[in-house]
């Protein structure tokens, strides 16, 4: 129950996106393994890098975002009747990427945020990779056809 301040640092590393540095205080109490334990870094680590994402890129244009970058539920049902159009390809590649970075099922996370079958998404995936939206593990770009 007591508020405390937590500084946290991410970094790339060979694993993906994660916590470096946890840093807790607690002004005018004494910090306890209670107080540490309560710190669910994890959790925090995770929103850290939701926010280090929605602030270093910007989400795609057109459909309309939510406060915290996500496209929203009107808008994913217009991206949908729209199909594989650029801007639904550009969506389902932010969706894509975010997860990879978090370390969630990518395509997962794709099928989730616009329910849809897990085929529809792997030619989603496939057609923002051919655009060149989604990059390849080794950070290279596919040929656009």
């Not at 870094?41 to 994402?53: D, H, K, N, P, T």
């Not at 990518?106 to 989730?112: D, F, M, N, Q, T």
């Not at 051919?130 to 593990?137: D, Q, S, T």
């Amino acid at each position: 129950g007591q508020l405390v301040d937590v500084t946290i640092r991410v970094e790339r590393l060979g694993v993906g996106v994660r916590p470096t540095l946890v840093c807790v205080e607690a002004e005018g109490v004494a910090m306890t393994g209670t107080i540490l334990r309560g710190v669910r870094v994890q959790e925090l680590s995770r929103e850290a890098i939701r926010l280090g994402v929605r602030r270093g890129h910007a989400v795609p244009g057109g459909a309309s975002a939510s406060s915290d970058g996500v496209v929203t539920e009107s808008a994913v049902k217009q991206l949908k009747q729209r199909g594989p159009v650029r801007e639904s390809l550009e969506w389902a590649a932010y969706v894509y990427n975010v997860a990879r970075v978090l370390g969630d099922p990518p395509a997962r996370a794709v099928e989730l945020a616009f329910d849809m079958p897990r085929t529809t998404v792997s030619k989603w995936v496939r057609k923002a990779k051919e655009l060149g939206l989604i990059e390849e593990p080794n950070g290279e770009h596919p040929e656009a056809p």
